[in-house]
């Protein structure tokens, strides 16, 4: 019992600083919670369970709802956390050390916390939509439902291609938030942060090598020759490439890239970017570091075939020595460098993001009766609020005509099934 | 009295062809398309008729169709950005031209009206900047029997033609060669982004460095003005009217303030937006005395000029490009280009080798056209992605810049329709 107060006591002042620095989920709460627009309606959410996830979960039970709260990945649950929210209320299907057959379970369990099953879904990893198609035809339907990563997207429309969906789901992915703020910004400071810390190196008078200019490798580019860094950036696409070429970077293929760079960099989502060739090619001391979501883009197993020996370097990363005697130094395992190797995106940023999810099921609820089963964008007005919020949050005033926070008011409430 | 050029002099036609020349040169991307048109003339059967401002760089454009065996007519369709020796030297090889420098509004419309008659049948296509061509066409169909499309290269044109395509009035298809990262990105960030900050130095001669340089519009061109300025190392205030572009200048670093604010302390402001209006009485009164006041975005409506002669008590022209006002109260204010475009007024517009990538989308658009008009509905179509792709690729090699090819597996993954924003909206900061 003291134990569990201890826990809950632990994660208590981390929430308080998420939450100062959650400025647009505060916003949504200010705005809307009064009107309880979600009341009634019963909430599943997958999501890492970490203090930001939190801050989002609070403020839908602020909105009125009744949540439950299942892990979508095994190593990123902080029980501190799950412990503080349980304590709340909110049912937490989630433990540090779980495995992924327990995440599974959690799903389940969370589906099953009503007979009625949920009205409204918040989903990453479109874990509990998927498994929302797996019973009989005829189970209880969620009105509405939001999925927000890539991943999460892609199985849905395999999942489509196999079976009709079953209720609408709106795609909060493809948002102002992760185009403007997230990805140029977030990512970019949070993945040059990563393999700064990690590596400890000096970046001035390094060459830098990114792979892939899209929103993340621009923003990463930008930062990397602020630091003193001379970038080089390699692209598939010509648009993209001539774009870094016009903002003054110098552009090559990877093969004449690799014996130039100190550092690497893949953000490009795509796999097999930095292969054995590449590899094979690099000079000794070069840090290899991947900001795309999938653990593909640097060829492990073209690595490990150059490898004839591992030596641990701190946390974070390893230095894989090859059989001429060169090393190079992988961050993170060739993951997500951000999150494997590092503190992940900064509270601010997933402020943003996950603004948008709520938003996605608040501001669509009173029109969902017009929305058909499937896939739809997320609505302007998401991005609107999200906008305003934030530019608030930064202490820009804007002239007195444009529509800002105050032009939202509370909508009215379409009621629960 | 029509406006034909007809027996241009001969030392006219000289300059015009050293003008040519000098742009040739720096526009390699139409100079490839030429070379491979040349031989097999795929525009032999058609007739094409232009509107788009009559300058060097349009003449390059202009050669290319000749030399794909089109038979052209073409008009600038402006007041004053003609140049005559340009219109002179295209005239000597057989272009209908029409149209001179310095015009009024109602013989600039008796040009175009010209030039859509310039052929015995009509044009087969229309290669327009403003919809001034298209809508001559809609309203007197009589004399476009034989048109089969158009390409219309500015947003506002492309929005006229949709709602005249939902009216139901559009008859032939209209190709919007504006909404491409070649065009939309290159052009309005890197092309007018330097031309304009080029424009206010060669009029003002100031040091940039330190100055209080306020830009008022955060889109394609505001953006490329206000990271230019900052690069020479002016101290950039952003005004906007948006909160997503709000938050997209502060990220990248500028303060963002309203006008009154902003203006206080400016010595350099810069209007970038589409919209009239943007500066008016109440900002001129914030400004601190000996402020440049300049304008790059659409036209001169920007800055209300109306406003500022209510307050003006005396004007001189202190350099060329240069009017200063002097107030009523005593300060005074210094008005670039008469609040019109700053960029083709004090510099020399788009640099040639950016209107190569725009112009390549639309000679390409064309010969697409000409190749297969025939199956595209009347309404407003868009360039498909991939043709952005090939511009962007021929203007690499011109840079000879290399870039790595996809391999198979990566192709599979990059055109499963998983990354829809990399070639939308700009994200870099
Ligand atoms: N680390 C994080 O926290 C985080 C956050 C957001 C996104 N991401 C991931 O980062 C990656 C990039 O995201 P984005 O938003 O910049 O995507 P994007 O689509 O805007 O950009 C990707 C770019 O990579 C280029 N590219 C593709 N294959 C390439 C290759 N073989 N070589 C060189 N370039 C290639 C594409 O042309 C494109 O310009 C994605 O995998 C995304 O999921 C990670
Ligand atoms: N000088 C040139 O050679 C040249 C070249 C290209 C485009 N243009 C013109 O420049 C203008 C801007 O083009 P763009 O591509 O940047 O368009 P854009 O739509 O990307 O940007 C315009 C921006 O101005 C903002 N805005 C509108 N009214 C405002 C106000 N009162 N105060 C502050 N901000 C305001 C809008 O919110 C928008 O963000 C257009 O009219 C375009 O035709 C000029």
Redesign the interface.
Known sequence: MTELINRTRRAEPRLEVAMAQMPVLGAIREKFAADAPLSGHRLALCGHVTVETAVQVLTLVALGAEVAWCASSASTTDSDVAELIRDRGVGVHGWRGMSEDDLLRGARDVLATWPEGPTLVLDEGAVLITALHQGPEDAPRPVLATEKTPDGLAALDRLAARTPLRFPIIKSDESFGKEAVDNPHGTAQSLLETILAVSGRLLAGKVFVIAGYGRVGAGLAERARGLGARVIVTEVRPTRALLAALDGYDVVPMAEAAPLGDFFCTVTGAPRVLRGAHLARMRSGAVLANGGHRPWEIDLDELDALTVRRRPSGPGSEWHVLADGRQLQLIGGGSIANLSAGRGNASEVMDVTFASQVLALQLVLPRVAGLVPGLHPLPPECDDFVAAAFARALGITLPAETPDLDAFTAVPVGGAR | MSFRVTRPPAELVELGRAALDVARDQMPVLAGIRSEVAGTRPLQAQRVAGCVHLTKETGVLVELLVAAGAEVAWTGGDEVSTQDEVAAALAAEGVEVFGRRGMTTAEVEQAVTETLGAFQDGPTLLVDNGTRLIEAALSAPGTVPRLVAATEKTTEGCRRVREWAEQGRLRFPVVNVNDL??KW??DNT?GTGQSTVDGIVRATGVLLAGKRFVVVGFGQVGRGVALRARGMGARVVV??????T???A??AGFP????H?ALVGADIVCTATGYPDVLTGEHLDALPGGAVLCNTGHSVTEINLADLAERTRETKRIRPHVQRHILHDGRHVDLLSGGGLINLDAAEGNPSEVMDITFANQALAVLDLAAGADRLAPGVHEVPAER???V??R??AA?A???????P??LE??T??????????????
């Open positions: 990262v070649t990105e290159v890197y005004c906007c009217r948006s909160a997503r709000a938050v997209r502060r990220l963002v303030l309203p006008p604010e952005d792709e090939d962007a690729r203007k690499l840079m810049v290399r870039i790595d090819a996809p391999t597996e990566q993954v990059l499963s329709g998983g990354h829809p924003g990399s070639l939308g909206e700009r994200s870099g900061p």
